[in-house]
Structure formats: C-alpha cells, structure tokens
C-alpha cells in the first residue's frame, strides 16, 4: 500500500552538510516522520550505499525514506519513495520503474507547474521557492507566502514548502495551507554540535506548529 505523506516538517539529509545517513536518523530522533536523501555530488554507487544504509537507520524509527532526483537507487535501495525537480525527467516513467505503491513528489515553482504534476499523478508537490534560498545559486524566482497560498489552494495534493524556510516562519506556512516544510540550512546548521544537537533541534521544529494546525489539501479552481 503506497503511504500517505505525513504532515509537518519535512527532513532533508543534504549531504553538503554532513553524512546524510547520521543527518536522517538524527532528525527521525527529533520527530520527524519523513526524510528526504539528497546527495547531488554523490556517484551512483555512494547514493545507493547511502540510501541502503539510512533506510536501515530508520527502520525503528517509522520515518519514511524519500530519494532526491534517482529514480534507480530509490528503486534498488527499496526506498519508499523519490522526488523529482522538473529536469528529472516523467513521472509515469518513475511510477513504471518503483511500482504503485512507491510515493512520488514533484518539485514545482508555478502554478502551470502544480497543475501538470498533478495532472501527471504526483503524490505530492514541493513548491517554492518560498523566502531567498541559502542552499541553490541558480534558484526559481521567490513566490512568497502569497504565492504559496495560491498553489496550496490549487493543488489536490499535499503542499510541501521549499526554499529560504526558518522555524519562525513555520506556522505561516501552515496557515496557507502547506501540508508540510522543508527546512534545510536553518535545521541542518545545528549539526556542526553533533547528533543529539541537532535532535534537539529536530524536535524543536517538530514543536513549532500544532499538528491540528497542519490543514488536508483542498483541490481549488
């Protein structure tokens, strides 16, 4: 059975800050209930060898695993998922290679581009760049809070926000309707105190917003 995407934050095990694999158990540790791998520099075999050992590392945990862009080492890790940036080529062909019960995300930065990832049977959708991002020199324009708003409302499917995302600003996000964040440099900079720095840290953005205020994606106009 192909797995709902949990509500809240949503974990990003970026290998430019650490090694991903302690990255994602730590933020598991924290509370959160999905995790993405993202290790773009990696070759094939070192993704794989990643994926394969974080899946392990939160197997007691009961986060989910979500491969960035490799659609492959999700598929031959026996990841519960992949998330796909709009070069990273057709949904149906990922959804062909990791079976129906694979959770597939699109990464998306307008509405034309909500509207064909869930045309194209997306699971989910990032969308954003919400706020200036530190971690992407070649970033799609900012769409603010307003605009977030807008793609939540359009959207059949879960909304996760991407892009410059800070704890304080987290129950905004979910007062426009995001059903999830994605917090990377504001989170992940707690990792240069060691595992159970960012643990604490993890938990503490878990804390930020009341799961009751996390809302169910409406399907808009």
Same mark, same amino acid.
């Given at each position: 059975?192909r797995p709902t995407l949990p509500p809240g934050l949503y974990g990003m095990a970026d290998a430019t800050f650490g090694d991903p694999v302690l990255l994602g158990r730590a933020l598991a540790r924290?509370?959160?209930?999905? !995790? ?23 197997? /007691? ?11 492959? !080492? ?5 990841? +519960?998922? !992949? ?22 995300? &699109? ?7 909500? /509207? ?10 990032? #969308?954003?760049?919400? #706020? ?12 603010? @809070?307003?605009?977030? *708003? ?14 410059? @995302? $800070?704890?304080?600003?987290?129950? &905004? ?5 995001? +059903? ?6 504001? @989170? ?10 960012? %643990?604490?840290? *993890?938990?503490? #953005?878990? $804390?930020?917003?009341? $799961? ?5 994606? %409406? $399907?808009? /106009?």
């Open positions: 059975m924290g509370g959160c209930r999905v !995790v993405q791998l993202r290790a773009k520099q990696a070759t094939p075999a070192e993704r794989l060898a990643m994926a394969t050992a974080l899946l392990q590392a939160l197997a /007691d945990t009961g986060a989910l695993l979500v491969v960035n862009d490799d659609v492959d !080492v999700a598929a031959r890790s026996g990841a +519960h998922g !992949v998330h796909l940036g709009q070069g990273d080529g057709e949904l149906a062909r990922a959804r062909a290679r990791l079976g129906p019960d694979a959770l597939i995300g &699109r990464s998306t930065h307008d509405l034309a581009q909500v /509207d064909a990832a869930v045309a194209e049977g997306a699971d989910y959708i990032g #969308f954003g760049p919400v #706020f200036p991002t530190r971690t992407k020199v070649d970033a799609d324009p900012v769409v603010g @809070l307003e605009g977030l *708003a807008r793609a939540c409302a359009r959207s059949g499917v879960p909304v996760v926000a991407i892009g410059g @995302l $800070r704890r304080e600003e987290l129950a &905004r996000l979910a007062t426009c309707g995001a +059903h999830g964040w994605a917090v990377v440099w504001d @989170l992940l900079r707690h990792a240069v105190g060691g595992e159970r720095a960012l %643990v604490e840290a *993890a938990a503490d #953005f878990v $804390r930020a917003v009341p $799961r009751a205020e996390v809302r169910s994606p %409406v $399907r808009g /106009d």
